[in-house]
């Protein structure tokens, strides 16, 4: 994600990785102090799993500390406590 501007400048960025068949990981959600809260992580966590969904990926973790941020994205906390958290669609 860059700032919109002549000069690009990098603000966000979002950093997953996958199998290929089913599973994938999400292992970096950044973006910049003055630009935060602005929706931007929120977006870039929601283009992943589009991006991972149209691969035919449906089930994604992540192990992050923030987890109320990312159970209103839909992810799950891992049952057993470890603070990693899932994500599956809903049909």
Do not use: C
């Not at 700032?3 to 290929?20: F, V």
């Not at 068949?21 to 977006?43: C, E, H, M, R």
């Amino acid at each position: 994600m860059t700032e919109g501007n002549d000069q690009k400048k990098l603000i966000g960025m979002a950093r997953a990785t996958s199998d290929h068949a089913f599973n994938a990981t999400i292992w970096d959600v950044l973006v910049g102090p003055s630009y935060q809260g602005q929706g931007l992580g929120k977006a870039l966590v929601e283009k992943i799993i589009r991006a991972l969904l149209q691969r035919d990926i449906g089930s994604i973790s992540l192990f992050a500390e923030s987890q109320e941020f990312y159970q209103n994205l839909g992810f799950e906390p891992d049952p057993e406590g470890i603070k990693g958290m899932f994500w599956y669609p809903k049909y």
